[in-house]
């Protein structure tokens, strides 16, 4: 299993964030670390049953499949501090909506199954005994609003690591030296048009250096989750947290 959906993701958040011209780039200070606990995969053999059935649903397209593993009533679509699912129509209905299975070229689909391929889910506050997939990090919140508050920036300006140790490099290349290494953390995104490879997004780590990760070693906080609720015992995938246009 890969983290599929968290490329998806990063690769959405450092369009949103990509420098637009004449903007000032952040800048180059050191900053108070913010460790973070990543989240860990959900060790229970049927959530990953459930999981491979709503892939291979995903991969056929196949509706019918689908819902049978929707809960059918009180399917919830949080969005802009709302829950915007239609109660009058069915979980799948409602799923649909929210990921755009109805559009053309099936870009919904293909991002179904891409949360099927990442095994990590945390609990969500606002929704009782519901695991929201992919897993959120842990981390001290009022440290973190410290940082913000510290470096004058804006919660979509940072990401955090996912390894327990992540290789920066001085260029945006797997040749280029390693100028430090870094454990679970919260990082500044510093975006460069410049930086060469696309593979490689460009960060300012606590020393205020400037380097070089991978793209697909870092995730943003608040991302789109799949949820996954008991219904008669059994897992069925029983919200959404974010998605596309409201009913």
Known sequence: MGNAPRQILVSIFLALLAAPAGAQPAPLKPYKPVAVVTPVPVTDPAFDALRKQVGEAAQKKDRAALSQLVVAQGFFWQRDGRDRADKRKSGVDNLATALSLNSKGGAGWDILYSYTDDPTASPAPAFKSALCAPGEPAYNAAAFAE???STQSD???WGYTLSPTTDVHDKAQASAPVSEKLGPMFV?????KAAGS??????ITP????????IDSVAPLGNDQLCYVKDGGAWKIGGYIGGGESQ
């Open 147 to 149: 940082l913000l508050k």
């Open 155 to 157: 919660v979509t300006e």
């Open 188 to 192: 500044r995104i510093a975006p460069d």
């Open 198 to 203: 696309a593979a490689y997004q460009r960060i």
């Open 207 to 214: 020393s205020g250096k400037a380097g070089f990760v991978t």
